[in-house]
């Protein structure tokens, strides 16, 4: 009976056919809003309201293409990266918790097992990138490696706090402690940092340096073509909507709200409102360059991230005093 | 040499246009950037050879088709001068008007490209969504869209319509308003003004060695423009103000060309108000002389110079252009040394490059 709950789980919900459906609204949505931000009207006749089968048909184009693989290519590897991609992007998703009950690996150190696979990413970038044997993916892929050097400090960091509020590495634990106060109420200063250093991981603008259209082509996606550039940026995707639950649960209560929805569906809600806000920064801000990120990431976001568990620790020793 | 990258930028790339680089990357950091133009040489100075005077306009205008009311002015005003053929004041009027408009809608086009060259899509957008509202304009006036050939040797080939005014007042109204935005989201937009300051500096003494024209010559705080220092058209009777920076980066050319668009605004309400009455074309001889005549122009990016030669009959016996662009191209391999990989879209639309421009 367990073994058949846990399929239920990974194939089902919150597993592979929960994010998968998340992910087409959510290319959808970012299709639709950034148009409406940009004075387009965006994807329109396709599907009965609003285009929402346009992401289905471009899905369904992309499979008829020819995938082409350079000469120079590894082949075995070129083809199975798009898979690995998918794969490591949706590992994270096993120690969230959509619900108390809902989640597929519990752990006492989930958090710590999500910070891992999060970072096994940029790694597949950078090997894509060499692989590929073109130089635009080649740069692509060591700025990726780059990027990796100049987020993952503070965002741990971050991330600490949150460790000390809830005094638990385990996520279900994390969201129970937040049913009274959110921890962005809590640590604003350690939330602010995590959605900026989370942007940066999910290489979204401003902070989308490793694809640049404008200097390298498309990063060290470029030699992709056909149904394994879809799956790229399927991965693409799937990370956005990881990461948005990720804030969500480390930060915005996770499944607490009025009871006038159930738990699972609060949670989508604001992980929803995450992606809204990450698309509309996307609508208004050009990109930073590479030396401009890291300056960012070592000069003011880690000093505060110091700056913000020391805060915590003071805070938590209050609360512990006064028995909150 | 063997730890350089020799990267190939363009011309088959989302940004560069029909240009391409041969760039030398050490890490990230431009060493040597050879430009490599000709993918769009047209011919159009042989081709004018075969042609008449009349029909050498529109095909002048595909010299650089995104500011076809200036290029053509300044062909159509040097068939003039080698005529002796002495233009109605309220044709020049009318050709002020519409270089005026045709300016804001070149800005607005590089605008666009400029926006994206940063990375922030939405300004694709915007600017071209105003443009069109120009390009209505001066469909109204010429009946065609892009390329108008509505200046003729002699004059203007149409008279405004009635409702011109309004509906220009209208939109000019609008924008306006728009350009107050534009402020808002690019120019004090942090991370716009990280991008863009202190990127791409080009000196003012660097700039007249290696003759920069327009808006990138102003950027560096060279004040030179052909409409105050040889008037034309209708200049002379107008005031304007030349916008002039000083920093001589990617930021103070951005600034200039807004300030500019503001300025076109201004120019052509003038211009409206003052517009005389009278005949909007003289007759002009049907040959060219056996004689030469140069004008020069302010088109949107920089001096546009033009050199007809007759021969006697009705097709000229030699054509030849000198664009902005091609002197702005000259600049760019000194610009982009030492330039970041990632500035360098920024820097070579900075300086309002149009590739049909550089090629002819």
């Known amino acids: 009976m367990d073994l058949f709950n846990l399929l239920v789980k990974v194939a089902v919900f919150p597993g592979a056919a929960f994010i998968s459906t998340y992910t087409y609204f959510v290319i959808w949505l970012e299709r639709k809003l950034l148009a409406r931000v940009m004075l387009r009207i965006g994807p329109l006749h396709v599907g009965k309201y609003a285009g929402i089968l346009q992401v289905m048909a471009d899905f369904i184009k992309l499979l008829g293409k020819e995938t082409i693989v350079p000469s120079n290519a590894d082949r075995a590897l070129f083809m199975a990266m798009p898979i690995i991609a998918v794969g490591i992007a949706s590992l994270p998703l096993a120690a969230i918790p959509l619900d108390e009950y809902w989640v597929i690996f519990r752990s006492d150190y989930s958090l710590l097992y999500i910070l891992g696979v999060f970072s096994l990413y940029p790694i597949v970038a950078a090997l894509t990138g060499w692989i590929s044997n073109n130089k635009y993916s080649f740069i692509g892929g060591l700025r990726a490696a780059y990027q990796l050097v100049g987020y993952e400090v503070p965002m741990h960091f971050s991330l600490a706090s949150v460790a000390i509020l809830s005094s638990s590495l385990n996520i279900v634990e994390i969201i129970k402690k937040q049913s009274n106060v959110w921890f962005v109420f809590l640590a604003p200063l350690s939330c602010l940092i995590y959605f900026i250093s989370s942007l940066a991981e999910q290489e979204r603008t401003p902070f989308d340096i490793p694809e640049a259209e404008q200097e390298i082509v498309l990063g060290w996606m470029t030699e992709y073509t056909g149904m394994s550039f879809g799956l790229f940026y399927l991965a693409y995707y799937v990370r956005l909507c990881i990461g948005s639950l990720l804030i969500t649960a480390l930060f915005l209560g996770g499944w607490y709200g009025p009871p006038i929805m159930p738990p699972f569906a609060w949670f989508l809600v604001k992980s929803a409102a995450v992606i809204v806000f990450i698309i509309l920064i996307r609508g208004a801000f050009p990109r930073v360059r590479m030396d401009q990120l890291l300056n960012i990431a070592w000069r003011i976001l880690t000093p505060l991230a110091i700056i913000s568990i020391l805060a915590t620790m003071a805070l938590q020793a209050v609360i512990g005093t006064i028995g909150w | ?360």
């Open chain 2, 1 to 360: 040499m063997s730890s350089l990258l020799r990267v190939n930028w363009g011309p088959q790339h989302p940004i560069t246009g029909h240009l391409r680089f041969i760039l030398d990357l050490d890490g990230d950091i431009v060493v040597n950037a050879i430009p490599e133009i000709g993918y769009t040489h047209r011919g159009i100075e042989k081709l004018a050879e075969n042609r008449n005077y009349l029909q050498v306009v529109p095909l002048v205008e595909r010299v650089c088709n995104i500011d076809s009311f200036n290029v053509s002015l300044g062909y159509v005003m040097a068939v003039e001068e080698l005529m002796g053929v002495k233009v109605p004041e309220r044709a020049q009027f009318i050709r002020t008007i519409m270089a005026e408009l045709g300016r804001i809608m070149s800005h607005l086009y590089w605008f666009a490209i400029f926006g994206v060259a940063a990375g922030l899509f939405t300004l694709i957008m915007w600017p071209i969504a105003d443009r069109e509202l120009f390009i209505d304009l001066a469909e109204m006036v010429v009946g065609s869209r892009v390329t108008y050939s509505y200046f003729t040797p002699g004059g203007v080939f149409a008279d405004l319509p009635d409702e011109f005014d309004k509906r220009a007042a209208k939109t000019l109204a609008y924008f306006e308003r728009r350009i107050g935005e534009y402020e808002v989201i690019f120019l004090h937009n942090k991370l716009y003004q990280l991008r863009t300051m202190h990127v791409g500096v080009l000196d003012s003494r660097k700039a007249i060695e290696l003759a920069v024209a327009g808006p990138s010559a102003r950027g560096s705080g060279i004040r030179m423009d052909v409409r105050s220092d040889e008037p034309y058209a209708a200049y002379d009777q107008l005031d304007f103000e030349v916008p002039v920076e000083d920093s001589g980066d990617a930021c103070a050319r951005a600034k200039i060309r807004l300030r500019e668009m503001k300025e076109s605004v201004l120019l052509v309400r003038q211009a409206l108000n003052k517009l005389p009455e009278g005949p909007i074309r003289v007759r002009v001889p049907p040959i060219l002389p056996r004689e030469d005549a140069y004008s020069r122009v302010e088109c949107g990016r920089g001096e546009f110079g033009i050199h007809v030669v007759g021969q006697g009959s009705d097709r000229p016996y030699r054509l030849k252009i000198s664009t902005p662009s091609f002197r702005n191209m000259s600049a760019l391999p000194h610009m982009l040394k030492g330039a970041r990989l990632a500035d360098l879209p920024i820097i070579y639309h900075s300086m309002d490059i149009w590739p049909l421009d550089v090629d002819r």
